[in-house]
């Protein structure tokens, strides 16, 4: 049995290859709409919820796990180092598939921190609507920056209960949140800052898979400041950017 943590589209595509290659398919993710993405594509079996360090390692020994593929998204840092604890515990392989980094053009209209603090205050300080394309998870610094400065933020969420909850407990109105599903194409997202007034943007170095760069064209075309999250840092066991990579790895090392 194979455990991919997965949540992502990137944990699909990985699925679907080893469903392929006749695996056994056990799948974890943090949400219901994570799970149905993981049955969609395949997976034998998926678990759904947060599994800390203690929790992970339990299951690995339970279910006679023989390989683990993080296919999580590139800001799931915890769900990564629970599972690179309860690997090495464990003595089972553990593999992380990372989304390849987009080259961002030369521009003095963007901005790189390395915490969502940092670019929260950067944020308030280069104009009066926020365009957020953040998600969900990470909105508290940003939505406090913004009530403090006595400024706007819009967010654009996965039009999830989930994501929506999360909005509303951070006291949104629904007039300041865009619940859609995906990145789209350049032209949408220009639509969606020309319709908002936005005077900044803000996103995450999530790469291609998660729009990055074509939220970082739209703005960019119309000369709107954006503030770049850069990724979480973390030293993974073994790292592969390619999908069928993932199978060579497999072939290898189990």
């Known amino acids: 049995m194979i455990l991919v943590l997965s949540g992502t589209r990137d944990g699909s595509e990985i699925i679907k290859l080893l469903r392929k290659k006749g695996h056994k398919v056990l799948v974890t993710t943090t949400t219901s709409y994570g799970s149905k993405l993981a049955r969609e594509a395949g997976a034998s079996e998926t678990i759904e919820g947060k599994l800390d360090r203690d929790a992970m390692f339990t299951l690995l020994n339970e279910r006679k796990i023989n390989a683990v593929i993080d296919a999580t998204h590139p800001f799931a840092q915890e769900a990564s180092k629970n599972a690179i604890f309860a690997s090495k515990k464990a003595g089972i392989n553990y593999l992380r598939y990372e989304r390849k980094n987009e080259k961002l053009p030369e521009s003095n209209f ?74 789209g194409d350049v032209e949408l997202n220009k639509a969606l800052l020309r319709e908002y007034n936005a005077d900044v943007m803000v ?10 760069d074509v939220k970082i064209k739209a703005a960019l075309s119309l000369k709107i400041p954006t503030v770049i999250i850069t990724r979480p840092k973390l030293e993974y066991p073994y790292v592969v950017r390619e999908y069928v990579d993932v199978i060579t790895w497999l072939e290898n090392e189990n």
């Open 110 to 183: 963007l901005h790189q921190f390395d915490s969502f603090e940092e670019g929260a205050v950067k944020s308030v300080a280069l104009g009066e609507v926020i365009f957020s394309t953040i998600g969900s998870n990470q909105l508290k610094p940003f939505v406090e920056a913004v009530k403090k400065e006595k400024k706007r933020i819009i967010v654009k969420v996965l039009p999830t209960c989930e994501a929506i909850d999360k909005c509303s407990s951070l006291g949104l109105d629904p007039k300041d949140i865009v619940a859609l599903q995906g990145a």
């Open 203 to 212: 996103t995450k170095e999530s790469g291609a898979t998660g729009g990055e």
